[in-house]
């Protein structure tokens, strides 16, 4: 009965922005630390940013760091990522998930649910 489910995906230029959210049903993000992977063609999936149950603590990846926003909201029970500074190199279709515990982690391990993905596109 756990559902994520990504929108904001879109193609933009570089140096752009985009919002990329994620709302999850049956899965209770104020027990529950979420996190943003991506995964490009060719390349595995890899950690963007996570945020603890209730939002109290957030994790970056360093390619991303000083970029991307990482946000949740309790009430809607819903995270989003505000990616700012767009490069060609995040490219990539973005999954958000659900972890297993209460605090924000990298590992994709920790990661029991799955949402279906939403597309990136940053042109050159």
């Known amino acids: 009965q756990v559902r994520l489910v990504e929108s904001g995906g879109g193609l933009v230029q570089t140096g752009g922005s985009l919002r990329l959210s994620c709302v999850a049903s049956?899965?209770?993000?104020?027990?529950?630390?979420m996190g943003w992977f991506r995964q490009a063609p060719g390349k595995e999936r890899e950690f963007v940013s996570a945020?603890?149950?209730?939002?109290?603590?957030?994790v970056y990846a360093d390619s991303v760091k000083g970029r991307f926003i990482i946000s949740g909201d309790n009430v809607k029970n819903s995270i989003d990522l505000q990616m700012n500074g767009l490069k060609p190199e995040d490219t990539a279709v973005y999954y958000c998930?659900?972890?297993?515990?209460?605090?924000?982690?990298?590992?994709?391990?920790?990661?029991?649910?799955w949402g279906q993905g939403t597309q990136v596109t940053v042109s050159s």
């Open positions: 998930a659900s972890s297993y515990g209460p605090d924000a982690t990298s590992k994709q391990l920790d990661y029991w649910y």
């Open positions: 945020i603890s149950a209730s939002g109290g603590r957030t």
């Open positions: 049956g899965r209770p993000f104020s027990t529950y630390a």
